[in-house]
């Protein structure tokens, strides 16, 4: 953010124990350039008090909807104009609720309603409360206004109870600005991304499949639909909440995400696969449950349709990213793969290292390109997933431009 001049980020504090993690975030984007100004609801400020956020944004903290310091006594009319995003963290079921009615109720409401400035929440309550079908019917309204969300995540709650509805760190919720204001790299772009693993059926009970969780797949299509992308998301079975404002459908085998691929392949402009997909399937998957007859089981494999020279092997292919999960020999192994499957770019990681990897909310790449190459170091997925972004859309322009020349 900081080398495309100060980006203005209008910071509005709703109610909730979450509050105070705003509090991080205005440092954090203080951090990386950004110009903040906070708004506090009226319930948020019984949570943390003004000068907190007045010292770290080093701007006054905004209150009431009618202020007789701000021009014209409309300030949500002045902040609405000065924003380049609006940023809600927390964002209560409450907020949530009056945001997708439309309410003008208050300062905050206000500013969301006045400002044509892309809008992000990072939602935070009960986890009861964030699956009720209200508030679903709420996200998913929102959603389709074009709202982002960050998060929220799973994990243990102030209330006592655990799941989902934990606010997203500060840090995840930054980088979701930063790639935000410093998006349109993949604006007009139809991207496709394939995540998770697969699973290939020995019996309707059994399945041969692998260590995959879907984070780092997930995460790039959150971070290519905030970069402006049409994203589709082709996911074999995980249990992550598909990202809002991204098309998901859910696959459970090789063959079956081959076909989901094929069905619209030729309608995408960039194509991301971060599957990892099984090698190998079943030849005759038994129709009943196999017994334990025996000391050992013989099973006869063959190999599953490869997704990734399919669409390179096509007349018109996408621009086409790999990836190399390996355990040795990392870039060895990449760049064979980059030059066999005709691959635009490769990204490389190495799995079954503690820390990283699959199952692992943190990775580490190692992007091939024919005429480049770049290390992303160890870092939370998400963020990684950003800067891959970036990188894609790079080499993706200059491909364009080369072959316009």
Known sequence: MSNQNS???VLIVSGGIAAYKALDIVRRLRNVGASVRVVMTAAA?????????QALSGQPVHTDLLDPQAEAAMGHIELARWADIIVVAPAT?????????????DLATTICLASRAPLLLAPAMNQQMWHHDATQENVAALTARGVMFCGPESGFQACGETGLGRMAEPE????????????????????????????????????????SSGKMGYAIARAAWEAGAQVALISGPVA??????????AVVSANDMYVAVMETIATVDIFVACAAVADYEIAAPAAHKRKKNDASMNLTLTPTRDILSGVTALSEPPFAVGFAAE???LLEYARSKLEKKSLDMIAANEVGAK????????????????DGEQRLVKAPKDILAKKLVGLIASCYRSRIKQNHK
């Not at 919720?173 to 394939?194: E, K, W, Y």
């Not at 992550?240 to 459908?249: F, K, M, N």
């Open 7 to 9: 980006k203005s980020v």
């Open 45 to 53: 400020q019984q949570f943390v008090g003004q000068l907190s956020f």
């Open 93 to 105: 079921a409450d907020f949530i609720a009056r945001l997708r009615s439309g309410m003008a109720n």
């Open 172 to 211: 995840a919720v930054v980088a979701a600005v930063v790639g935000q204001v410093a998006s349109g790299l993949l604006s007009g772009l139809r991207v496709m991304i394939t995540a998770g693993p697969t699973q290939e059926a020995i019996d309707p009970v059994r399945y041969l499949s692998n260590r």
């Open 240 to 249: 992550l909440e598909p990202p809002a404002g991204v098309a998901t459908t």
């Open 327 to 329: 355990t040795e020999k």
């Open 355 to 370: 820390g990283r990897g699959f199952e692992s909310d943190e990775n580490e790449l190692h992007v091939l390109w024919n």
